[in-house]
Structure formats: C-alpha cells, structure tokens
C-alpha cells in the first residue's frame, strides 16, 4: 500500500477483509502489526478496539481510497470513527501515518505485490 501524494510505502504485508467473518475477527487476536504489515477492512467506516492487546493507526478512505481520516494511535479499548464518506479502513501499525506524512485527500494505492 502507498501513498500517491507522497510516495511513502504504509505497508508491503497487507493483509484484506472483505468477508464479513474476515471483517467481524480484524486484528483480534494478533498478537501485534509487525513493520510492513497491515489490514485493509472494506466496508468499514469505524473500528472499535475492544479485546485488542496494542494500539494501531488507522487510515480511513473513502470509494475510490482517498483518505477521509487518519487517526494515531487507536488504543485498546478505543474507537474511531472515518466520518462523513469513510467506506474502507488500513489498520497500520502505530507511527505509519506521521512517518508517511499521510493527510485527508491522499490518495492509497493497493498493488498485487503489497496485498496477501
């Protein structure tokens, strides 16, 4: 997965949830994102952390995978929220989004070399 605008790779590893099981378990019971990794979730417009043991950074885009939100940080126990357009969401681990310089209007780009 990379950033258009800046060229920044957010993961090489990502992994996709497209069914609903693969949606309802996420990241639950991982026992963390590794450098490279990460998980596209479409349809998802929020994310709640309960049961999660680390916190992660989620990118949430809209349709055409422009970002509409990207919140640091999501804790354990948490939630977050893509807003008004979100439809999909990159789960990454904490740091990507301010090592990546990714912002609301970026647009990701998801290559058959990045996806698992």
């Given at each position: 997965?990379?950033?258009?605008?800046?060229g920044q790779v957010?993961?090489?590893?990502?992994?996709e949830a497209r069914s609903l099981a693969a949606r309802v378990r996420g990241l639950l019971g991982s026992p963390g994102l590794a450098?490279?990794?990460?998980?596209?979730?479409e349809p998802c417009?929020?994310?709640?952390?309960f049961f999660m043991r680390f916190a992660i950074d989620a990118?949430?885009?809209?349709?055409?995978?422009?970002?509409?939100?990207?919140?640091?940080?999501?804790r354990p126990?948490?939630?977050?929220?893509g807003g008004r357009g979100a439809h999909a969401v990159l789960e990454l681990p904490t740091g990507v989004i301010e090592r990546s310089q990714s912002r609301v209007g970026d647009r990701l780009i998801l290559t058959p070399t990045a996806s698992r």
């Open positions: 997965m990379t950033n258009e605008r800046t957010l993961g090489d590893a990502i992994g450098d490279g990794e990460g998980l596209w979730i417009p929020s994310i709640h952390m990118i949430f885009t809209d349709r055409e995978q422009r970002v509409v939100r990207a919140v640091p940080n999501v126990w948490g939630l977050a929220v």
